[in-house]
């Protein structure tokens, strides 16, 4: 009998360091998803910034300038 | 001596004395025991609130704001993320270096810093809307009670050459002017949260419920074509340099569906750097300023003359000797023509002509003609701001005023108002509405103004104004058939006419499938040329030659040499 409760008292040792190790592990992994996630926002805004550089880098009045002063282009 | 024996213990006290001792104590304990049994039994929901307030926040999920893209797919205006600095004065007990350090990097005076931490506020903002660089080297320095906030920045790439058409945002990302205004609800995303639980270093743990979802807002694609709205800015800015003029807008419309390709006014501002801006330069002219558009209504005349079937275009009208004599009033053209047909009367731009033409029409017609070309009533843009001008009610209008309407004066409209009147001769006859937004489906709502007969009479007459014999040669482009009318407007001043001018010219091509419809006004040119047909014609030139080029507009003229010099001056009466 007193076996019997050894054992039962072992196993509920090991059920609880289960439950422990199982929400460590889930707030480790929960926490590399919201590092991804804000990996992935701040991809998001470069992106942004990128596409607004390029429309600045392509703007007409930009390229006019360009191509009349430095590149000597005029129209056919 | 010995505790147990002192004299003191020999003392006898009242056995009442202790006993009140123990009672009170005795209830000091009651009390708080069931002080804790009503917190933890009955009214549990406070500490509870109180140890979630340890681990569990609500966290502000940011939306972010549309932007607007031309019809092309071109960006003109998008936000993107910046940093604002705000502090806690309290918390913020800066070193007199420190704050040096802080204020250098933001550019700020070290005194302005200092006061605005001297407030006795809990939330001070520092500098709003950093760019990122300067942000992070803000936050390298480390220093306590400095904290950092997301913020979003509004960025137009075309700068000043559409400004008046988007508008522009406030700090709170919210629009103020122009398309970011009149499609706000549209742009502006709505903000979510969601509830999580941080663990001790400040990590997010576990998501517990999503509250909102952010809603990021819609992109808005306006028709406006960025080539064709470049070119008209270009050539503008070029025209009111040359002419020293005060003002100037141009209107570019597609004939077949009704959208808006160009919009560009003068004076204009740079929305990116809105430091010092004059009322002036906000302006949109042409959408909210009116003028007397003068001799460009003359076609309207005409047209509706013919559609009464009173005229033929090669009717003969006499207009010697170049004057005309109403009541005490005196209508003049600037050269005296004798007898005039109905086309030619167009393509001088004789007022007389004009004013004895519309004397044929009852004033109750004409006013149901300027109406049902738009005159009097706003374009319906969902603008702000946008001008209805001003046509009197035909009951009041005496021999005289009906006059002088024939040939645009005593009418106020505004710039997009007369293009898109001039709609109703580059289509059969019929209106559409405009557009601001590319349109996907054909518009509905089409008015029929005129017969398909007559648009095409007066498109013949039109293209007749701009060959040499008329008064806008300059108008000519090379390869394309081009129809259009000249306007040479005083302006009033304190109800006198001054010598102050407004030049005009509304024209569209090709004339044997219309497509485009161009509208240039120029305002006081001063710089001794003043006539539509030498301000504002040879504006309409490149602007309509690159518009049809950029969308790739079959030629239907021969490519053959354009005579716009050394031809006799013909000039409209003013």
New interface residues.
């Given amino acids: 009998m007193a076996r019997l409760n050894a054992i039962l008292i072992l196993l509920t040792l090991a059920c609880a360091i289960g439950v422990v190790a199982a929400q460590h592990q ?2 480790k992994l ?2 590399e998803l ?1 590092r991804e996630q804000e990996r992935m926002r701040q991809l998001e ?1 470069e992106w ?2 990128l ?2 550089e390029a ?2 880098w ?4 930009r390229v ?1 300038k360009v191509a009349r002063g430095q590149l000597r282009m005029v129209p056919p | 001596m010995k505790f147990a024996h002192s004299p003191l213990l020999s003392q006898l006290v009242p056995a009442w004395r202790g006993r009140f001792v123990l009672l009170l104590l005795l209830m000091g304990f009651v009390g708080l025991m069931a002080r804790s049994v009503y917190l933890q039994a009955v009214n549990h929901d406070f500490l509870q609130q109180k140890g979630e307030l340890r681990y569990s926040r609500v966290i502000d999920l940011s939306a972010t704001r549309g932007r607007i893209v031309d019809r092309n797919g071109d960006v003109l205006a998008m936000s993107t993320e910046v940093k604002s600095v705000w502090a806690i004065p309290d918390d913020a007990r800066l070193s007199p270096a420190q704050g040096r350090a802080l204020a250098q990097l933001l550019e700020m005076d070290v005194r302005d810093l200092n006061q605005r931490l001297a407030l006795d506020k809990d939330f001070v903002f520092i500098k709003r809307q950093i760019p990122p660089d300067v942000a992070q080297r803000v936050a390298a320095l480390n220093l306590p009670g400095i904290h950092q906030q997301r913020e979003y920045r509004r960025y137009y790439p075309s700068g000043d050459v559409a400004s008046h058409v988007l508008g522009f945002t406030g700090v709170e990302d919210a629009g103020q002017e122009g398309v970011e205004l009149a499609f706000e609800s549209a742009l502006a995303g709505k903000a979510g949260s969601r509830r999580v639980i941080k663990d001790r270093l400040g990590r997010v743990v576990e998501d517990v419920e999503s509250i909102k979802q952010p809603q990021d807002g819609r992109d808005v694609v306006v028709s406006l074509d960025s080539r064709v709205q470049f070119l008209a800015f270009a050539a503008l800015k070029q025209a009111v340099a040359d002419h020293r003029a005060k003002a100037g807008g141009i209107v570019v419309l597609d004939a077949k569906s009704g959208e808006i390709l160009a919009l560009v006014n003068l004076p204009s501002y740079n929305p990116n750097n809105r430091v010092k801006l004059s009322g002036a330069q906000l302006r949109n002219r042409a959408l909210t300023d009116t003028f007397e558009p003068g001799s460009t209504l003359k076609p309207f005349t005409a047209a509706l003359a013919l559609e009464q079937g009173k005229f033929r275009p090669d009717t003969l009208i006499q207009t010697a000797p170049g004057r005309l004599t109403i009541g005490r009033a005196t209508i003049s053209d600037a050269h005296a023509h004798g007898a005039l047909t109905l086309a030619q009367v167009i393509q001088k731009s004789s007022n007389v002509g004009a004013a004895k033409v519309a004397a044929t029409l009852a004033p109750r017609d004409m006013w149901q003609m300027f109406d049902a070309v738009g005159f009097g009533t706003a374009p319906g843009l969902g603008f702000p701001g946008e001008a209805g001008g001003r046509l009197r009610p035909y009951r009041t209008w005496r021999p005289i005023e009906q006059a002088t309407m024939a040939y645009g004066h005593g009418i106020s409209v505004s710039l997009m108002q007369l293009a898109h009147a001039y709609t109703a001769f580059a289509r059969d006859g019929d209106l559409i509405p405009l557009s601001l937004t590319r349109r996907e489906v054909p518009a509905l709502g089409g008015r029929q103004v005129f017969s398909p007969r007559t648009a095409r009479e007066v498109r013949a007459m039109l293209e007749m104004a701009v060959q040499p014999g008329g008064t806008a040669p300059k108008a000519q482009i090379a390869g394309y058939r081009v129809a259009g009318k000249t306007g040479t407007a005083h302006k009033l001043e304190g109800g006198l006419y001054a010598q102050k001018y407004v030049a005009s010219f509304v024209g569209f091509a090709p004339v044997s499938d219309p497509r485009l419809v161009v509208a240039v006004m120029i305002d006081e040119p001063s710089a001794g040329k003043y006539y539509g047909g030498e301000v504002a014609a040879p504006v309409f030139a490149p602007v309509m030659a690159g518009a049809l080029r950029a969308l790739g507009v079959q030629p239907d003229a021969p490519l053959k040499p354009l005579q716009m010099a050394n031809l006799p001056e013909v000039r409209e009466g003013l």
């Fill in positions: 889930a707030r929960y926490n919201e805004l942004g910034q596409q607004l429309s600045t392509a703007a007409h009045a006019e």
